[in-house]
């Protein structure tokens, strides 16, 4: 049974708008908040920033958006019109999707696979609650890249990979959902005793006072609805998180696959067995690429060693993913030899595994886009910044194993502003790039020296002003005097300028702890846009907002993905 607190909850939805995470009721109301049921339906703007404006982006991924890095990740405008020949296994693929995809609103994209329609294809690690705001990009920029193409006469499905043969639990057992001034981390605590993969993991009794927790702060709502529906005892991580999005993106007709099955093994079987014959080949073509990589002055995601391989291993007995590592040939051992925890396997044995259970093997980080392409014919992959920096190594082993590598397109970057927070913007004139190189701190110094009285603000720029002016005509004259006497005195000059920064500091000081309520809308304005300094997207639980906003929200994304900002674009809702 649900608790009071949640009964209470859905009737006071019901009954008005509902209260907002980051400053008063009363402040809520002066902001024209929309309602949930109204929510999410319009966008009043949207601004777009260069992709260098948002914190933490790599120079790889920088110059790629910006087509600069032609070497290592392909550019193609008209990627749609250069699609690989349909894989011969098509027909039987789109039964396997059609079984995992029965809902009537993936009948149309189903439809257009029969009908030989192309894939865009884009995936993530399935994670409690649908994860962070950038799964959910991903996905509404495969819509609406398929759109697109489907628009100039290249029909074109999107699909949405579960990343379920991953086994690093922790990094997908948690969401974020942001409160007043703070962000609440709910975690799944029951932990698997052996380190299988994430999608198998069964979900138990613990997920209760999560999905209470989660209804206490977002809300009743037809999405949280889902999510709770989704999240139930007795299922897989991989089945809760392929409904919740199922729902999410319903209206858009987004496929989803759990590859993890024997089916989808065999059919990608090919890449599997190159990943185990030619696996000293493929080795040394990275270590290649990797140096390569690093004399461009970019990074390599994955480090590759000396015992590093493309496969994983799943144990027959506990069904743990186990790396495979690769001892390439020798003296002793002519033909190599391959480990997986303490057991020693010939590569005609692990052959022979891939033939009679292809589910056993599981292909890694590197590998997982050649493998997924290989089964779906993908005309483009989408992914942020990690996944182009996995297709930046992997190519040399696109152009080995497959002849071709798919073009990578970047996905939909954006921060989705609440109105609330939009009103605190507006009414403190911040804009959202800077938002990007700031803190708390220092912008509730900002708020200050902007809320200091006009007689305090004119005798601060007086006396600056003055200073400047002399200081000026002074320096010019110790100059013409000597050049060593100028330069001590721009050292003295530049001093005498920090102390007028200093009195300027102070006063704004002053009026920050005489209005404690500019640090309050600092620390709300950053925790909304950028918490701790990491992008909104990559920490704020994507639940949370289509909770708030409604379903709607997903095609409002949609929308803004058809319409790409060469960056990062700011959604004010």
């Known amino acids: 049974m649900r608790s009071p607190l949640i009964l209470f909850l859905r009737l006071l939805h019901r009954s008005g708008p509902a209260w907002h995470p980051y400053i008063s009721a009363k402040a809520l109301q002066q902001s024209n908040h929309l309602p949930r049921e109204q929510a999410g339906t319009k966008v009043s703007t949207a601004d777009c920033f260069p992709v260098t404006a948002t914190p933490g982006i790599s120079r790889l991924y920088a110059d790629f958006c910006a087509s600069a890095a032609t070497r290592f990740l392909p550019s193609d405008e008209n990627w749609f019109e250069h699609r690989p020949p349909t894989p011969a296994h098509w027909p039987e693929l789109i039964a396997l999707l059609a079984a995992q995809n029965p809902s009537p609103s993936a009948a149309p994209a189903l439809q257009a696979l029969t009908n030989g329609a192309g894939t865009v294809l884009t995936g993530q690690q399935v994670t409690l609650f649908g994860g962070p705001l950038f799964t959910p990009f991903k996905a509404a920029t495969a819509i609406a890249r398929a759109r697109a193409a489907t628009a100039v006469g290249h029909p074109h499905a999107a699909i949405f990979w579960l990343a379920t043969e991953d086994h690093d639990f922790d990094e997908i057992n948690h969401v974020a959902f942001p409160t007043r001034r703070s962000m609440e981390k709910l975690v799944y605590s029951s932990t698997p005793t052996t380190p299988v993969p994430v999608g198998n993991v069964v979900i138990d009794d613990s997920i209760t006072p999560l999905i209470d927790r989660a209804w206490e702060l977002i809300g009743f709502s037809d999405a949280m609805e889902a999510l709770a529906a989704a999240y139930q005892p007795g299922r897989t991580f991989a089945q809760a998180f392929a409904d919740f999005y199922?729902?999410?993106?319903?209206?858009?007709?987004?496929?989803?696959?759990?590859?993890?099955?024997?089916?989808?093994?065999?059919?990608?079987?090919?890449?599997?067995?190159?990943?185990?014959?030619?696996?000293?080949?493929?080795?040394?073509?990275?270590?290649?690429?990797?140096?390569?990589?690093?004399?461009?002055?970019?990074?390599?995601?994955?480090?590759?060693?000396?015992?590093?391989?493309?496969?994983?291993?799943?144990?027959?007995?506990?069904?743990?993913?186990?790396?495979?590592?690769?001892?390439?040939?020798?003296?002793?051992?002519?033909?190599?030899?391959?480990?997986?925890?303490?057991?020693?396997?010939?590569?005609?044995?692990?052959?022979?595994?891939?033939?009679?259970?292809?589910?056993?093997?599981?292909?890694?980080?590197?590998?997982?886009?050649?493998?997924?392409?290989?089964?779906?014919?993908?005309?483009?992959?989408?992914?942020?910044?990690?996944?182009?920096?996995?297709?930046?190594?992997?190519?040399?082993?696109?152009?080995?194993?497959?002849?071709?590598?798919?073009?990578?397109?970047?996905?939909?970057?954006?921060?989705?502003?609440?109105?609330?927070?939009?009103?605190?913007?507006?009414?403190?004139?911040?804009?959202?790039?800077?938002?990007?190189?700031?803190?708390?701190?220092?912008?509730?110094?900002?708020?200050?020296?902007?809320?200091?009285?006009?007689?305090?603000?004119?005798?601060?720029?007086?006396?600056?002003?003055?200073?400047?002016?002399?200081?000026?005509?002074?320096?010019?004259?110790?100059?013409?005097?000597?050049?060593?006497?100028?330069?001590?005195?721009?050292?003295?000059?530049?001093?005498?300028?920090?102390?007028?920064?200093?009195?300027?500091?102070?006063?704004?000081?002053?009026?920050?702890?005489?209005?404690?309520?500019?640090?309050?809308?600092?620390?709300?304005?950053?925790?909304?846009?950028?918490?701790?300094g990491v992008m909104q997207e990559r920490v704020h639980g994507a639940a949370f907002y289509f909770g708030r906003y409604g379903l709607d929200l997903a095609e409002t994304i949609v929308t803004h993905a058809e319409n790409p900002c060469p960056g990062h674009r700011a959604i004010w809702l």
């Open 246 to 532: 199922t729902k999410i993106f319903a209206a858009q007709g987004l496929l989803i696959v759990d590859p993890a099955a024997r089916e989808f093994h065999r059919l990608g079987a090919p890449v599997l067995r190159a990943g185990i014959q030619r696996a000293d080949e493929l080795h040394a073509a990275l270590i290649e690429r990797n140096h390569a990589l690093e004399a461009a002055g970019y990074h390599a995601q994955v480090a590759v060693t000396p015992q590093s391989s493309l496969l994983f291993l799943i144990d027959e007995q506990t069904g743990a993913r186990i790396a495979l590592k690769r001892t390439a040939p020798n003296v002793k051992e002519p033909n190599g030899l391959w480990q997986a925890g303490r057991q020693n396997y010939s590569t005609d044995e692990l052959v022979a595994i891939l033939d009679a259970a292809p589910e056993r093997i599981s292909p890694s980080a590197l590998l997982r886009p050649l493998f997924q392409d290989f089964i779906f014919g993908t005309s483009a992959q989408v992914g942020g910044p990690a996944e182009i920096a996995y297709l930046a190594q992997s190519g040399v082993l696109f152009d080995k194993i497959l002849g071709r590598q798919t073009p990578p397109l970047a996905r939909f970057s954006g921060t989705l502003i609440e109105p609330a927070v939009g009103e605190l913007l507006r009414r403190h004139e911040l804009s959202v790039d800077r938002l990007f190189r700031e803190n708390a701190p220092s912008i509730a110094k900002r708020l200050a020296a902007r809320a200091m009285p006009i007689e305090t603000k004119k005798k601060l720029a007086s006396a600056g002003n003055a200073l400047d002016s002399e200081l000026t005509t002074l320096l010019d004259w110790m100059r013409s005097q000597d050049q060593g006497l100028g330069r001590s005195a721009e050292t003295a000059a530049s001093k005498m300028r920090y102390q007028m920064n200093r009195l300027r500091n102070l006063a704004a000081n002053f009026e920050l702890q005489r209005e404690a309520s500019l640090t309050r809308h600092a620390e709300a304005i950053i925790q909304a846009i950028v918490p701790d």
